[in-house]
């Protein structure tokens, strides 16, 4: 069975940092494009960042840029997201997704980042 | 990049057939195919049920279809059933190597 698994998120102070790990089964890790998306509270999605199989080549949304990083480890069949001088508007659930046509497929359970003091 | 606009909700029937809207730009839907559907149940993961426009996944059933014109796609689920009431989200490749989503559309099956 395909199955994403992420962790590692928490409550977080706004301006620390948080590292995002999505474990991955089923399937042939290093040869898809990996995403984050997140969710706020009762919002709809938004597109995070995405990572090339070989973990080469990344890009970010826009609004993101400087303060979080995609990675991974395909020896480890794990994708990362290292975020820092994270905000109030962060707070979301962070979802991975694997690279499938022109969309995401499938989807793991989700992982809630809270930023509050 | 802004997010695409969808509306809010729509309804229909059991046995009726509903269609989302999914309106972007020249940038974005009217430039690549890159258009994709998701539906989202309360506090659930989004699922993939079109990608590439008119795709369907394995285990998608062929009530849920997608189009596009110009800068609008379109997500039709005929033949409504209790268990397709959820959030759709649609998304698209739209360019300098970024993807947009809507702003989703809540279906109730009335």
């Known amino acids: 069975e395909v199955q994403l698994v992420e962790s590692g998120g928490g409550l977080v102070q706004p301006g620390g940092s948080l590292r995002l790990s999505c474990a991955a089964s089923?399937?042939?890790?290093?040869?898809?494009?990996m995403h984050w998306v997140r969710q706020a509270p009762g919002k709809g999605l938004v597109w995070v960042s995405r990572?090339?199989?070989?973990?080469?080549?990344?890009f970010y949304a826009d609004s993101l840029k400087g303060r979080f990083t995609i990675s991974r480890d395909n020896a480890k069949n794990t994708l990362y997201l290292q975020m820092n001088s994270l905000r109030a508007d962060d707070t979301a659930v962070y979802y991975c997704?694997?690279?499938w046509g022109s969309g995401f497929d499938p989807w793991g359970q989700g992982t809630l980042v809270t930023v509050s003091s | 990049q802004s997010a695409l606009t969808q509306p809010p909700s729509a309804s229909g029937s059991p046995g009726q057939s509903v269609t989302i809207s999914c309106t972007g730009t020249s940038s974005d839907i009217g430039t690549y195919n890159s258009v994709s559907w998701y539906q989202q149940h309360p506090g659930k993961a989004p699922k993939l049920m079109i990608y590439?426009?008119?795709k369907r996944p394995s285990g998608v059933p062929d009530r849920f279809s997608g189009s596009k014109s110009g800068n609008t796609a379109s997500l039709t689920v005929s033949g409504l059933q209790a268990e397709d009431e959820a959030d759709y989200y649609c998304?698209?490749?739209?360019?300098?190597?970024?993807?947009?989503f809507g702003t989703g559309t809540t279906v109730a099956v009335l």
């Open positions: 590439e426009v008119t």
């Open positions: 997704g694997r690279h």
């Open positions: 089923g399937f042939t890790f290093s040869t898809y494009w």
């Open positions: 990572i090339s199989n070989d973990g080469s080549t990344t």
């Open positions: 998304s698209a490749y739209a360019g300098s190597k970024n993807f947009v």
